[in-house]
């Protein structure tokens, strides 16, 4: 871990070209000498509330606590008010990104009219401006209609990504998650769409992934950092270990460990879902679901997997840079190429700072985290998009 490679690079040991680059950029690399240049991380799976619940989270807060934790490129979920479902509801949006944005943010399309599963939403006249469809936080329970989104994604060279949620079963139970998949990757088959599945937390779920792939489906997912280190045993009547879905046994955690090792994970995604204080301070059952992510990912899963050798850093870099950017399409570099170009985007790290987790010091609105408290190793020091420093502690 301590030698460069591809996707970790020890300031002090950048050559003389690169360490005058970073110095036009106003960057006094001396300062940073024992830290560690990283790329700029990709999230798949943000909620930046805005338009419509600004009280949770605003474009300019949930940008900046990504800065902080070292994302430069994140995709927004469309369960907003309004709902991109159509042209005229996806330009609010836009427009907000446009304005106040600190990062890349890429919007995704709802697959239907407000989410409720009821209308497809105007996937042709949104496909341009969205990177992918989904109906994130709710399952899309009607099997007629996702067959349907399907065939229209495909045709317009778009993701289905799918929140696999079904009703029928409870919602803590696991096959309220890995019985929707297994319908949609049969639907898959039907139509050779291409398909994510977001925030897999099941064994089950593990398994009808790698069979998937084993036939040659176009079928990814990811999974989030509170599945790979929390177990349901370890669960506070608290609000902020609700999210949704939740948290497995100690077998599901280990199958997802097994998964991120082995390459049936693809990426690891934050979820980041803010809420105000008051939604999350009703206790476990009363609280609203969802938990905020961006500055503790790195962190948290630097030291629960890289520290203790279940990956290294360069496997941690394909979960949160390289796999998540190819399979949604953006370009990819290696620092080598990053730190080569004119207007180049990294972000740098001190990987043997140690400290807690406070929520008090977060950009985000949302405080809530079931990290809270947690010691951990990894501080972002800066982040750089396009070669402007956009995040600086």
Known sequence: MRNRSGYCVKVKDIDMAERVRLESLGIDVSLFSDCYILPGFADV?????????????TVATGTAAAAAGGFTDIFSMPNLNPCPDSREHLQVQLDAIDK??????????????????????????????????????KGVASEEMMLDAMRRAHALDRIIVAHCEDENYPKASNETEWKQLERDIELVRKTGCSYHVCHISTKESVELVKKARSEGLDVTCETAPHYLTISNNEIEDDGRFKMNPPIKSAEDRQALLDAVRDGTI????????????????????????????METAFPVVYTHLVEKGIIDIDGLMKLMYENPRRRFGLDVRSLY???????????????????????????SMGKSTPFEGWKVKGRCMMTVLDGKRVWER
């Open 45 to 57: 799976h943000v909620h930046l509330r805005e338009p419509g619940f600004l009280y949770k989270e």
């Open 100 to 137: 106040d944005a600190l990062v890349n943010v890429y919007p995704y399309g709802a697959i239907t009219v407000n989410e409720a599963g009821e209308q497809m939403a105007d996937l042709e006249a949104i496909a341009s401006d969205v990177i992918a469809f989904t109906d994130d936080g």
């Open 266 to 293: 693809d990426m690891l995604a934050t979820d980041h879902a803010p809420h105000s204080a008051e939604e999350k301070s009703k206790g476990f059952a009363g609280s609203a679901f969802g938990i905020v992510g």
């Open 337 to 363: 190429e990053e730190l080569a170009s004119e207007a180049p985007t990294f972000t740098v790290w001190n990987l043997d700072e140690e400290y807690s987790i406070d929520p008090a010091e977060f950009l």
